[in-house]
């Protein structure tokens, strides 16, 4: 067994908005541990406070794995806005005199994307609070379709879902709209007897797009249990997303297989069922975590080929410890 001082280390950080994963692993792709930590969107939370996220990452990583940063060969983060100057000069500024040439990031739809391609060129379809399509060609030219944020965009997401589904649920109480099962499944999940009781729940709430967001768990619920409104949702949710990815293809140009990434495509969740059988494109879905994809985006970049037995120990040891 090679000593610390013959091994090659990297670590992987997958920056999200509700919480950020850093991940070590060797040159054989055994993954050591796993750590996580508060959000890291720099587009949403203090600079200051995200820079002591990461750091503090990636010293824990580092501690568990018993090694120095400086026996690091590659040290990747993927962060939201990551491919915006500003935050870029933030990164660089916090990481690159210490880290140098071993440092790299990019958007955290690069994690998601090598979740499930590898590191190979591909598109990622993300349905989480938000919802975006991103493609990396085979020439290495990007493209992006939707991402504009819970004001401008966001189709098919889990805010846009919940959000309908609130609405759904008050045009009922008016008389403007159908009965439905999402009213009970809403008053239940915010403990009130009223729909009007809803509004300085969701108005109130310091994150109303968070909030939303998790209320299409219930959209889910009242669709399987048949509800006609719930199920139509799902249905223009599905299609949504479709089109976000058959649109990033038409730019590429290429036949590149889909990834489904984000919350409301990573389970087996019904808008993730509608999407599958309305695909016309080859779709993956990942048998890891993003985290697990900022790892092989570390050892890709600085020039560690991922072949078969490397995916396959990142495969077998990342899981085992995600499932701890």
């Not at 009242?222 to 058959?246: F, S, T, V, Y």
Request: with cysteine; glycine share 10%; net charge negative.
């Amino acid at each position: 067994m090679l000593s610390n001082d013959e091994k090659k280390w990297f670590i992987g950080i997958d920056g999200g908005g509700t919480k950020t994963k850093a991940a070590i692993c060797d040159e054989r792709g055994q993954v050591q541990t796993i750590a996580t930590g508060d959000s890291s969107n720099p587009l949403s939370r203090p600079w200051a406070e995200v820079e002591a996220t990461l750091k503090q990452l990636v010293t824990t990583v580092c501690q568990e794995a018993r090694i120095r940063d400086e026996e690091v060969s590659g040290l990747f983060i993927g962060l939201g806005g990551a491919d915006r100057p500003f935050v870029r000069e933030k990164i660089d500024a916090a990481f690159a005199e210490a880290w140098q040439e071993r440092l790299f990031f990019d958007n955290d739809v690069i994690p998601a994307l090598y979740s499930g391609t590898w590191g190979q060129p591909g598109i990622v379809l993300i349905s989480g609070t938000g919802s975006i399509a991103c493609a990396l060609t085979s020439e290495g030219v990007r493209h992006r379709v939707g991402g504009w944020g819970y004001l401008l965009g966001d189709e098919g997401s889990g805010f846009d879902l919940g959000k309908k589904a609130a609405a759904a649920v008050l045009r009922a109480h008016d008389g403007r709209g159908e009965p439905t099962v999402l009213t009970e499944l809403f008053l239940a999940h915010y403990h009130v007897s009223s729909p009007e009781e809803l509004i300085a729940f969701i108005y109130g709430d310091d994150n109303p797009r968070m909030q939303l967001a998790r209320a299409s768990e219930l959209v889910e619920q009242a669709a399987r249990q048949k509800d006609r409104l719930a199920n139509g949702l799902i249905r223009e949710a599905a299609a949504a997303l479709c089109e976000l990815a058959h649109t990033c293809l038409k730019k590429t140009q290429e036949a590149l297989p889909v990834v489904l990434a984000g919350g409301v495509l990573a389970q087996d969740t019904l808008v993730r069922q509608r999407v599958l059988a309305e695909a016309s494109f080859p779709v993956v879905i990942p048998e890891v975590s993003p985290v697990i994809g900022a790892l092989v985006a570390a050892m890709t970049r600085a020039g560690h080929r991922v072949d078969e037995s490397v995916a396959e120990q990142l495969r077998e040891s990342g899981t085992a410890l995600e499932k701890r």
